[in-house]
């Protein structure tokens, strides 16, 4: 670098630097730890910063698992799931940033109110995972969407553009016109404030200079709104002071009379860091060190200060010391706590965790009182407690409580081994032992105000040691509770969990009742899971209560009018009405007449005839029509028929069908001597394995399958033992008797081989079965084989013929017309005799086939 750029007219402009509350809160205590010699470990960067880093890391930091360790968690937070997880195995330091906290609380208030809860952030944060964890069902974008739902609270990271949500909010408001959108501007108050500086030290400098690490968040978009609204350089630490210097040449070779150049940096940053920066180029370069605090227009000039102005000012900050308690005035409540003025030009914060009260009990131009803890001569702000000036008057009143056996309020802060740290009346810190808490392990630490019993005051030295205990609270008043309630009283109480067999609720707060779905309603269709929320708060009446047990059975329906007493006089036996089936049993099913009223329809007023399968006739949720047959209001029963509202379908078979009709059904059932026909829901037929098919049949389920529609011919109908007896085959024309009308015996006919028996074979020739001997051929034959033969047995046999062919005759007919001898009536005899023994021969074994019973 030159020597001209040294001669430079520097201005250099100082924004807010250094760590947020939050990152330093957090450090500090890190550090805290590290010197005690503590063996701290945690999940990942506390800080965006390679030099903060470092530094923790040389002082002993983890980034894994440590045997006996205590793990730390960051500032950004945890879900609550993994949190609980890890206080199992280690003891924690919660240092989630009280903002963070407070975001988290916020959250969780707008879900429960019914808002589909929109957070305006970067899912893979540390602190948007944390928020997911901590609300359920909140969506995590930086996209604008549609959404379904009609209540939607925007919020964002606490580190997010302040500029970027704007244009969010507006997009979103466009896309989901017509519903209730609820805006809170959650974003970190330092975050914008350093976001404006950036804004106008871009405005009115040559270039900005973003001090903080490259994989801050905060940082990166502070160097992004430098540099769309002027230059800028993003640098870590001194050791990049080189981009800085080349800025400089660039802007001296403008002949550029004076330089100005914005000094600001991201919260994660050491403000040790920006002041080597600082120090460097005011020796270097004889810069003038300017604060934006002290412009009263950044557009302009820097006006001087009149001496008697400095003098005032120093004495203010005087008066506003370290450790000292003064008067302020609150001039704003934000979300992440209260601003004061001090007087003069000193302003102050109170973080939410130094409050005194709760955030909504403050008021604009409340005069409070603070203990100022840390102070920045610089900018005139101070960092203040408002709980510690009344550290000794609590500290009287919890003593005082222990003595007259009163409790105290305060809230759980972090699970620690053995117990929980806890703060009492937002000021003093006590230990609440584990076995004293009527917390579980998995459950997840209440954030709300809750009383404690003192079980413990000691004071040694400087030092008090506070014990508490909720369960001794707990047993005090659960002892009361039991001593003054009884079966009949209504009790009111918060939903805690819904299982398959009921819900468990919370009463006052204290006791946990259970109420099982048979006392949700009178309509036993209606479960716990139906009709109740984790949460909801509702009226119940204790139906039984054991002081003993410490048991409490909750019923709902006992609230609402028994519909039990109006059954006698709304309905009469024989009358017909109308319900729902809610159950279905082997044994028969239910009906819901109205809600709270069911009957039961045994199963032989289901089915009129044989007992089936009583799904096949009803399904729950099906409307049906039944007839009272009992009504018992004492018991509550009803007891209904089904089969009369549908009648005896019997009675009207018998005018439907007669003997001989010709109709139509469905197989129902395949047996092995024959089949049942469905003629219509509730009547059956039978048909016999002889009555199937013309042909002979040997297995049924070849011929015939269940479910196939089959017509048939009625033979015999007995309505009074409900019995149908039908023909399949004779619902079709008798192929045997065409066949004998179209042959005689001696015609030759074609045959097809389909089946082989243990004498001969079965043929198949125009739809009717023959048999062919063994002996009436000359080789064997094989299925599928056509073949010819002459007829040489045709004789009616009841509705069938006995038909024989043989093959053999009909090759000799062949030969005896071939052969030619002169003596022509030998061969015809011949022929003949040959024919007849055949017949003759085969005479056993055809009768053997043909009779086989039917």
Not at 37 to 61: A, I, Q, S, Y
Not at 91 to 96: E, H, N, P, R, S
Not at 742 to 763: L, M, N, Q, S
């Amino acid at each position: 670098m030159s020597n001209e750029t040294n001669k430079v007219n520097l201005e250099i402009i100082v924004g807010q630097y250094g760590f947020c509350f939050g990152v330093d809160n957090a450090v500090r205590e890190i550090i805290d730890h590290l010197n005690k010699g503590e063996n701290l470990f945690t999940d990942g960067e506390v800080v965006h910063n390679k030099n903060v880093l470092e530094e923790l890391k040389r002082l002993g930091l983890k980034y894994s698992p440590q045997e006996n360790g205590t793990f730390v968690v960051r500032a950004h937070g945890l879900p609550p799931e993994k949190l609980n997880e890890i206080s199992k195995n280690y003891k924690v330091i919660d240092l989630t940033c009280p903002i963070v906290q407070n975001l988290f609380a916020l959250g969780k208030k707008l879900s429960k109110e019914g808002y589909k809860v929109v957070a305006f952030g970067k899912k893979d944060h540390a602190e948007m995972v944390a928020f997911a964890g901590h609300v359920k069902n909140s969506l995590v974008t930086t996209e604008p969407l549609p959404l379904p739902d009609n209540k939607i609270a925007i919020i964002s990271q606490t580190t997010s553009s302040s500029e970027k949500f704007a244009l969010f909010i507006e997009e979103m408001k466009k896309l989901n016109k017509g519903k209730e959108i609820k805006v809170i501007n959650t974003i970190c108050k330092v975050t914008i404030e350093r976001e404006e500086q950036a804004k106008k030290l871009a405005q009115i400098c040559n270039f900005v200079v973003v001090v903080g690490g490259k994989n801050s968040s905060n940082t990166k978009k502070l160097f992004e709104i430098a540099y769309n609204y002027g230059k800028a350089v993003h640098i870590e630490s001194i050791n990049e002071i080189n981009e800085i210097e080349e800025m400089l040449f660039r802007e001296k070779s403008k002949d550029i009379q004076t330089i100005k150049i914005g000094l600001i940096s991201g919260t994660s940053t050491y403000s040790k860091d920006v002041e080597h920066i600082l120090k460097y180029l005011v020796k270097n370069y004889g810069g003038r060190e300017l604060y934006m605090e002290d412009l009263n227009n950044l557009k302009q000039e820097v006006l001087e200060e009149s001496f008697e102005q400095l003098l005032k000012e120093h004495e203010n900050m005087n008066q506003v010391g370290r450790g000292k308690i003064v008067e302020g005035i609150v001039t704003e409540i934000t979300p992440t706590g209260l601003t004061i003025d001090l007087g003069g030009k000193v302003t102050g914060v109170v973080p939410l965790e130094e409050l005194f009260k709760e955030l909504n009990e403050y008021k604009v131009g409340e005069q409070i009182k603070v203990r100022v803890e840390k102070i920045n001569e610089e900018d005139g702000t101070a960092i203040l407690s408002a709980k510690k000036p009344m550290e000794k008057i609590i500290f009287d009143e919890i003593q005082k409580a222990k003595e007259n056996g009163k409790p105290v309020s305060g809230k759980i802060i972090e699970r620690i081994k053995g117990g929980y740290r806890v703060i009492l009346e937002n000021v003093v810190e006590a230990f609440l032992p584990g076995s004293e808490s009527n917390i579980r392990e998995d459950e997840e630490i209440p954030r709300e105000k809750m009383q404690f019993a003192v079980i413990s005051y000691e004071t040694r030295g400087r030092k008090t040691n506070i014990v508490v205990s909720r369960k001794k609270l707990f047993q005090k008043l659960i002892d009361e509770f039991f001593s003054n309630r009884k079966p009949g009283d209504v009790v009111e109480g918060i939903v805690e969990s819904i299982s398959d067999n009921g819900a468990f609720v919370k009463i006052a707060g204290i006791t946990t009742g259970f109420i099982p779905n048979s006392e949700i309603s009178y309509n036993t269709s209606i479960k716990a899971k139906d009709a109740l929320t984790v949460g909801e708060i509702m009226k119940f009446l204790i139906k039984e209560i054991n002081p003993e047990r410490k048991r409490i059975l909750l019923s709902l329906k006992a609230l609402l009018p028994d519909p039990w007493e109006n059954v006698a006089k709304k309905y009469q036996i024989g009358q017909t009405v109308t319900g729902v089936v809610t159950s279905v049993k082997p044994f028969g099913f239910f009906v819901k007449i109205e809600d709270g009223v069911e009957g039961f329809v045994p199963i032989e007023e289901v089915f009129w005839g044989r007992k089936g399968n009583i799904n096949e006739v009803v399904s729950i949720n099906d409307f049906v029509k039944v007839q009272i047959l009992e009504i018992n209001p004492e018991k509550r029963q009803m007891k209904l028929s089904y089969k009369s509202v549908i009648g005896d379908p019997w009675e009207k078979i018998a005018k439907k069908l007669s003997e001989g009709d010709i109709s139509e059904g469905k197989v129902a059932k395949v047996l092995p001597n024959g089949v049942i026909i469905e003629i219509e829901p509730e009547v059956t037929a039978f048909c016999n394995i002889s009555e199937v098919s013309w042909n002979f049949v040997d297995n049924i389920e070849d011929v015939i399958k269940e479910g196939e529609s089959v017509k048939f011919q009625v033979l015999k109908i007995d309505p009074e033992n409900k019995k149908i007896r039908v023909s399949i085959r004779k619902a079709k024309p008798n192929p045997w008797k065409a066949f004998a009308n179209a042959h005689k015996e001696g015609d030759i006919i074609k045959v097809k081989v389909i089946k082989a028996v243990e004498k001969g074979y079965i043929g198949l020739c125009e739809e009717i079965e023959v048999y062919i001997p063994k002996s009436q051929v000359y080789e064997n034959l094989n299925l599928g084989d056509e073949i010819d033969g002459k007829i040489i047995k045709l004789e009616e046999q009841k509705d069938i013929y006995k038909i024989i062919v043989s093959p053999k005759a009909y090759e000799n007919s062949l030969a005896t017309n071939k052969n030619e001898s002169k003596d022509f009536e030998g061969v015809t005899l011949e022929g003949k005799i040959s024919d007849a023994n055949a017949v003759s021969e085969e005479k056993q074994n055809t009768n053997s086939y043909f009779s086989r019973e039917e």
